[in-house]
């Protein structure tokens, strides 16, 4: 499985982003697909995730600002990053988890809002 992210940039304080991740090869097995970010100095953190059948999970710290969603058919899903704020800053990885081989992740895309 290839996992292509997309979408990053620098933004203002309030400003919107949206993460696009497209997935290819061996892709029956995955069940869940999400997005992670690590800012410097700290753990990798999920963003936000979404199960095939369209279950999301969402932590409090991104709720209500962040939205994930998938395309199916084209192997594709995104992150709709609204009222950003600076401690939104991190390089944001979309990850997809497969109940046999367990965790595929994207290259990272640096998310910068400036205050």
């Known amino acids: 499985v290839q996992l292509q992210a997309s979408g990053g940039g620098l933004v203002q304080a309030g400003g919107s982003l949206r993460l696009s991740c497209a997935a290819s090869?061996?892709?029956?097995?995955?069940?869940?697909t999400g997005w992670y970010r690590q800012a410097p100095g700290k753990q990798r953190e999920l963003v936000a995730a979404?199960?095939?059948?369209?279950?999301?999970n969402v932590p409090d710290s991104v709720k209500g600002r962040f939205t994930i969603s998938r395309d199916n058919a084209k192997n594709t899903w995104y992150l709709q990053m609204n009222s950003l704020k600076p401690e939104d800053t991190a390089v944001y990885y979309c990850n997809a988890l497969s109940g046999y081989t367990g965790n595929y992740w994207g290259q990272g895309t640096l998310v910068t809002v400036s205050s």
């Open positions: 090869g061996s892709i029956f097995s995955i069940h869940r």
């Open positions: 979404i199960t095939n059948g369209g279950f999301t």
